[in-house]
């Protein structure tokens, strides 16, 4: 079995969401217990990898379906709510799940909180106001996050580790296939210049002033090395996988955060666990609005020799900073801490997390799709892979890098 359907369907919803949701409805019906007349898909932009909707069945009543479509995946089962309830975690329940790839899919009651990418959004762009509100939710939640990580905690083997489905969204990626198909010999198109994908790996990079240690290549190699799981042990506890903010929801009523959608829930690396919400909350929103970012951005490149040199004004939002200082504060610091005391702290664990971050830029989506990516978008993407996976060989140091710097090891 393979999701190729299922891919067609994601593409699908952007272009023609009447042909989507006719396929879509195919597929329920031919392989799920529902009656099902009518389908509405739901496209949106943090619907990089998935398909989620309305389900209207012969009866009338109106469900609500989430699926994850990971084309050329190593993993063949997703999603574990129940792994994730046990632990304490607040998620909304499926009344239906099919775990088999190709046929991926939950089914929910229809619900109605916006979810937390949404809210976000809208307080960005003066939509509403209420942003220390939601941070106030971000650190509780963070807060709750830590607990569940404390009575979680326990050391995990490499054997069961290589099983769970989280490398899916990191290493999978870099060595099943996705790297070669986005990236091996094709053109990137740069703002005025177009480059081989071999040849601008082969650079070293200087991003706003900083010089950095590994080009594209570099970090392609030791990322699929130091990401394999077969490679050491490693403390593990029980999260989500994936928990961006399109698969976080806002129950404003009880003032609660609310998970979502756990197509990579299991037990596995905390620092793998931390790796999306740190990247896609804090530092993608061009990833989301490729074409609105381009207009905001000011971004120059030049090639001499083996080095290019970018400079770039991209700075995540003030709500977005909260959102990794509260992260950091919250779970990252205290995790370090606890690990240290107990000396189960990986040696290699700023590393991992950092290379995990490397790929989410780099892998979430073609940044070489010159139909969804404008030039600037390109350019900043790769940038941003840079920054999240190499360090700095100078006293000035990124975002990132600079907040990691301030948590006590």
């Known amino acids: 079995m393979s999701d190729q359907l299922l ?21 329920v019906n031919a392989n799920f217990p529902f009656n099902v007349e009518q389908v509405q898909v739901r496209p949106s932009a943090v619907s990089l990898n998935s398909i989620n909707g309305f389900l209207h069945t012969v009866d009338g009543d109106k469900l609500f379906f989430k699926t994850h479509v990971e084309p050329q995946s190593l993993i063949h ?5 129940a792994i994730m309830a046990e632990a ?8 239906f799940s099919s775990t088999e790839w190709g046929k991926q899919l939950l089914v929910y009651e229809f619900f109605a909180f916006p979810s937390l990418f949404d809210v976000s959004r809208q307080i960005e762009t003066g939509q509403r106001d209420g942003a220390e509100g939601i941070l ?12 569940i990580y404390q009575q979680t905690l326990a050391p995990l083997s490499t054997k069961d580790h290589a099983q769970v489905p989280i490398h899916q969204l990191f290493v999978h990626r870099l060595v099943g296939g996705r790297y070669h198909e986005f990236y091996a010999g094709k053109a990137v198109h740069l703002p005025g210049q177009t480059l081989n994908f071999d040849q601008l790996a082969q650079l070293t990079w200087k991003i706003n002033g900083i010089i950095y240690q590994d080009t594209l290549a570099d970090l392609v190699r030791i990322a699929s090395q130091q990401l394999d799981p077969a490679r050491h042990k490693t403390p593990s506890v029980v999260g989500h996988g994936d928990a961006h903010n399109g698969n976080v929801f806002v129950d404003e009523a009880t003032e609660t955060l609310i998970y979502f959608d756990p197509a990579f829930a299991g037990r596995h690396s905390p620092f793998l666990d931390l790796t999306k919400p740190i990247f896609h909350n804090v530092f993608a929103i061009w990833l989301y609005f490729p074409q609105e970012i381009a207009k905001e951005l000011s971004i120059q490149m030049e090639i001499s020799g083996d080095r290019i040199q970018v400079d770039h004004d991209f700075k995540p939002s003030a709500l977005r900073l909260g959102f990794l200082e509260s992260k950091l504060r919250h779970v990252l610091q205290p995790l370090i801490s606890h690990l240290q005391t107990t000396q189960q702290l990986p040696e290699t664990w700023r590393q991992e997390l950092k290379l995990a971050l490397f790929c989410c830029p780099f892998l979430t989506m073609n ?6 990516f404008p030039p600037e978008i390109t350019l900043l993407g790769l940038s941003l892979a840079v920054e999240m996976g190499s360090s700095s060989t100078t006293q ?9 710097e301030k948590l006590k090891v």
């Open 367 to 372: 940044l070489c799709d010159a139909l969804r």
């Open 7 to 27: 891919y067609q369907i994601q593409t699908l919803q952007f272009s023609d969401q009447a042909a989507a949701n006719a396929l879509l409805k195919d597929f």
């Open 136 to 147: 106030a939710l971000q650190e509780k939640a963070d807060q709750d996050l830590w607990k």
């Open 396 to 404: 000035q140091q990124s975002i990132l890098d600079t907040a990691l």
């Open 77 to 81: 089962e997703y999603y574990n709510s």
């Open 88 to 95: 304490g975690y607040p998620i909304i329940q499926p009344i």
